[in-house]
């Protein structure tokens, strides 16, 4: 497979006034925290601060664990893509996801926990990656990756260092 991601997609012509394109992100900024600390506070009220602390805690130890056994389960399948001489596309995918999920389950916080062990569901996480490519912001080609024909030219810049 070989995933490519279109610029295109991502800022179309006539969007690209930056307040636009991050206006989204900003609002996900706000909001979050708020909803984090709310569910502190109403879960806390119901059961206690210390056992919400513990909670918390006790969420990211495991969250880090999951992350751990499946990102290595990932590795193994990057490997074997690059041993068959194919581009590992879903397994670059599937890392990025948690990559994410790691991080929001290392964020204190209820909400960010629960989006974070969502990401560790493997169907839903290649559900979330098809998603992606299916709004085209990911092009994706299936079959192994093709060799360049040696007989062309390949253009770039180079400059050597040892000359002075």
Do not use: H
């Not at 012509?13 to 900024?29: E, R, T, W, Y």
């Not at 206690?48 to 602390?53: C, D, L």
């Not at 499946?70 to 996801?97: D, H, I, Y």
């Not at 990656?129 to 079959?143: A, E, H, L, N, P």
Request: hydrophobic share 50%.
């Amino acid at each position: 497979m070989l995933l490519c991601v279109r610029a295109d997609l991502i800022f179309p012509a006539g969007k690209s006034d930056m307040a636009v394109n991050s206006m989204p992100v900003f609002i996900l900024f706000l909001v979050v925290p708020f909803v984090e600390i709310y569910l502190l506070v109403e879960i806390g009220a119901r059961i206690g601060a210390p056992w919400t602390i513990l909670l918390v805690v006790l969420t990211a130890i495991v969250g880090a664990w999951l992350v751990r056994v499946q990102g290595l389960a990932t590795w193994r399948r990057f490997q074997a893509s690059l041993a068959r001489n194919e581009l590992p596309a879903t397994a670059l995918a599937e890392g990025l996801c948690l990559l994410i999920a790691g991080a929001l389950l290392l964020t204190p916080g209820f909400f960010t926990d629960a989006v974070g062990f969502a990401c560790l569901i493997p169907p839903l996480r290649r559900t979330l990656i098809r998603r992606f490519i299916q709004r085209s912001v990911w092009k994706v080609t299936q079959g192994p990756a093709q060799p360049r024909d040696s007989s062309e030219p390949l253009d770039g810049n180079y400059k050597r260092i040892d000359d002075k």
